[in-house]
């Protein structure tokens, strides 16, 4: 675990600098390139959300969160709680498939596609007001001297270290060979991380030994 104080000073001692040289603002752009980077890379439970919305009947823009970034699904939900996963398409497609977006009464949707970086167009467009929830991978908070503290600087404490002494190599002009050290141990670090996940993901107490309930058997 480490915190943003740790994590600057730690750069500083690796790459054997000081303030003068690295000072905090120089360090903050190395770990925003790293988050962006980890978000981009892992797919980590800590990145998803999830939004519920009522769609206007007639209306075939859905408005997206502020903190989005990529969208996982869209399902459609009903008054009796049957989900329908809505299918992802083109922009292009969706003006062949439904060419009168103001058409009322048209059905229930079908197909969604990125309209623009803050709405998804579906298709066809609503006859009813349906409730609508959205997955997406979203941009935490960042690291910085305000907010010191995040989920990946306290459960993947090297990713952030290796990742930023890379940078900060990469800045200083350091040598070939550490660079090359730094770049094996952050993509080593991010391995480590992913496969982690992956494990968190496909574990259950079933298949983990938590203690349960025994059953008596029905055979003498």
């Known amino acids: 675990m480490t915190d ?9 001692n690796y790459t054997e600098t000081s303030t003068n040289v690295l000072s905090n603002s120089v ?6 390139s790293i988050e962006d980077k980890v978000r981009r890379t892992v797919d980590l439970n800590y990145y998803r959300k999830y939004d519920t919305a009522t769609l ?8 997206l969160p502020s903190d989005w970034e990529a969208t996982r699904y869209v399902q459609l939900i ?15 497609f969706m003006n062949e498939y439904a060419p009168d977006s103001t058409a009322t009464g048209a059905a229930t949707p079908k197909f969604y596609a990125m309209w623009d970086q803050d709405t998804h167009y579906l298709a066809p467009t609503p ?11 979203y941009k935490p908070p960042g690291l910085t001297s305000t907010n010191t503290s995040t989920w990946l600087s306290q459960n993947a404490p090297n990713v952030l270290l290796y990742g930023c002494i890379l940078e900060a190599l990469g800045y200083l002009k350091g040598p070939a060979d550490m660079i090359q050290y730094y770049d094996k141990m952050y993509n ?12 968190r993901d496909r574990r259950d107490e079933f298949r983990d030994g938590v203690i349960r309930i025994p059953l008596e058997s029905r055979n003498p």
Not at 129 to 135: K, Y
């Open 4 to 12: 943003y104080s740790d994590l600057t000073d730690n750069i500083r």
């Open 27 to 32: 360090i903050q752009p190395f770990i925003e």
């Open 56 to 63: 206007t009947v007639n209306n075939p823009y859905l408005p």
């Open 78 to 92: 009903d008054g009796s709680n049957n989900r329908t996963y809505l299918i992802q398409k083109d922009i292009s």
């Open 127 to 137: 006859n009813a007001a349906l409730t609508v929830e959205l997955a997406y991978t």
């Open 188 to 199: 080593q670090s991010v391995q480590a991380l992913a496969t982690y996940e992956m494990g």
